[in-house]
């Protein structure tokens, strides 16, 4: 997977919305990398930044604040030209690493601190589910390369969404059986008359197929929401999607 490549992408179909979240995912990797100087860097996005009583014009430019290692008391103390050199080298990579991936300049901004136990660490609970809403469930396990790393984050209406999602990429546009995709049906109840099993998955909901007790004759079928389907039988869908 080129995930450099998949991010563009999903940032150019996604141009509205506030890539905060995606820079704060981005730049955390980037502070772990350098994590002798950098602590931590905090993301806003122009709407969110304070404008003053006088300013008349909006800000059209994500700021960043970085929380770098320095000053009195501090490992990089004294402050040396090669310590402001190293600050200046930061920073401009940090720049690219944001304009490459998302098309945005950032503003940046620096605070000192003697060490990173005095900066208050961003919540990291909060940086999956910012994602997942940003990015949508399909790309969101395509960033993170593991569903199940997202999956205790996720409600039941965003697994329908994936479902949804999936049968429309591996059906080009259209439902298909589960057979097509060499998957048994799904087992949907029984009584002591008739069996029921899911056969088909639409866009909007699964066709479910009704048998005779002894499966030797077919009876009829029904259509279910997938919104209106069990718990576990969305779970179930989940698992045979992701491995398609």
Same mark, same amino acid.
Request: with cysteine; proline share 3%.
């Given at each position: 997977?080129?995930?450099?490549?998949?991010?563009?992408?999903?940032?150019?179909?996604?141009?509205?919305? %506030?890539?905060?979240?995606?820079?704060?995912?981005?730049?955390?990797?980037?502070?772990?990398?350098?994590?002798?100087?950098? &602590?931590?860097?905090?993301?806003?996005?122009?709407?969110?930044?304070?404008?003053?009583?006088?300013?008349?014009?909006?800000?059209?430019?994500?700021?960043?604040?970085?929380?770098?290692?320095?000053?009195?008391?501090?490992?990089?103390?004294?402050?040396?030209?090669?310590?402001?050199?190293?600050?200046?080298?930061?920073?401009?990579?940090?720049?690219?690493?944001?304009?490459?991936?998302?098309?945005?300049?950032?503003?940046?901004?620096?605070?000192?601190?003697?060490? &990173?136990?005095?900066?208050?660490?961003?919540?990291?609970?909060?940086? /999956?589910?910012?994602? /997942?809403?940003?990015?949508?469930?399909?790309?969101?396990?395509?960033?993170?390369?593991?569903?199940?790393?997202?999956?205790?984050?996720?409600?039941?209406?965003?697994?329908?969404?994936?479902?949804?999602?999936?049968?429309?990429?591996?059906?080009?546009?259209?439902?298909?059986?589960?057979?097509?995709?060499?998957?048994?049906?799904?087992?949907?109840?029984?009584?002591?008359?008739?069996?029921?099993?899911?056969?088909?998955?639409?866009?909007?909901?699964?066709?479910?197929?009704?048998?005779?007790?002894?499966? %030797?004759?077919?009876?009829?079928?029904?259509?279910?929401?997938?919104?209106?389907?069990?718990?576990?039988?969305?779970?179930?869908?989940?698992?045979?999607?992701?491995?398609?």
């Amino acid at each position: 997977m080129n995930l450099r490549h998949d991010i563009k992408r999903i940032l150019r179909e996604e141009t509205n919305k %506030d890539l905060t979240p995606v820079m704060e995912m981005l730049l955390e990797g980037f502070v772990n990398d350098h994590k002798d100087i950098l &602590c931590k860097v905090e993301v806003k996005h122009p709407d969110k930044r304070t404008k003053l009583p006088h300013q008349e014009y909006t800000y059209k430019n994500y700021r960043a604040t970085f929380y770098l290692i320095g000053g009195y008391g501090s490992s990089n103390w004294p402050t040396t030209q090669s310590v402001l050199r190293k600050y200046d080298d930061l920073m401009n990579e940090a720049w690219e690493l944001i304009h490459n991936y998302t098309g945005q300049a950032l503003e940046m901004f620096s605070k000192h601190v003697k060490s &990173c136990g005095d900066v208050i660490q961003e919540n990291k609970e909060n940086s /999956i589910p910012n994602m /997942i809403k940003t990015l949508g469930v399909s790309d969101a396990i395509k960033y993170f390369g593991n569903y199940y790393m997202i999956e205790p984050y996720l409600k039941e209406i965003d697994k329908v969404n994936y479902i949804k999602e999936r049968i429309i990429e591996l059906g080009d546009g259209g439902g298909f059986g589960l057979v097509e995709i060499d998957e048994e049906p799904i087992h949907y109840g029984e009584d002591e008359n008739e069996l029921r099993q899911i056969e088909y998955l639409g866009k909007n909901g699964v066709t479910v197929a009704v048998y005779d007790a002894d499966m %030797d004759g077919h009876m009829g079928d029904f259509n279910v929401m997938y919104e209106s389907l069990p718990v576990q039988i969305i779970e179930e869908l989940v698992e045979i999607l992701l491995n398609h």
